[in-house]
């Protein structure tokens, strides 16, 4: 008895293939490509402060003794360089999760939810990050327009 349906199927074509692949990979990379970006990016942030600190240096010079306020100033970017870099590390790491293969529901909640945590971590670190970056092109031209005093210290 046949209720005059027929189903054929089509062997899949290298096209259809190729693009299940393709989204198999970035299902699959959405997850890494936040975590890498805010591992990339601790980096760059906790290698700033050195390099910041060592311009400031050589525009001021061995003498230099700020006061309370200049020396809030010019260390207010490499704080804020500190704090891109902790925000980050908060988006690098994992987060324990308790989920069952056999629920792909609850994957894709994980999933989610991990993708999200690293968004904002990576967000808020870049904002924090650029807000370094402008203070420490602001205390660098503070810095270099310092006039300090040459000749031997403590005569």
């Given at each position: 008895?046949?209720?005059?349906i027929?189903?054929?199927t ?11 692949e393709?989204?198999k990979?970035l ?10 970006f ?22 001021t ?16 970017p ?5 704090a ?50 402008l203070?420490?092109?602001a205390?660098?031209t ?14």
């Amino acid at each position: 008895m046949s209720d005059g349906i027929e189903v054929r199927t089509a062997p899949e074509s290298p096209h259809n293939a190729a693009l299940y692949e393709a989204g198999k990979q970035l299902l699959v990379d959405s997850v890494e490509v936040g975590r890498d970006f805010c591992k990339f990016m601790v980096g760059v942030s906790t290698g700033a402060i050195p390099t910041y600190l060592a311009l400031v240096g050589l525009a001021t010079g061995k003498t230099f003794r700020p006061s309370f306020a200049e020396g809030l100033l010019l260390l207010t970017p490499a704080v804020l360089f500190l704090a891109g870099a902790v925000i980050f590390a908060f988006g690098y790491f994992p987060v324990k999760a308790e989920l069952s293969l056999d629920r792909p529901g609850e994957i894709e909640q994980a999933r989610d939810a991990n993708m999200q945590r690293r968004l904002r971590a990576a967000t808020w670190g870049f904002g924090v990050f650029g807000l370094a970056v402008l203070t420490a092109l602001a205390a660098a031209t503070f810095a270099l327009s310092i006039e300090v005093p040459t000749g031997a210290a403590g005569q």
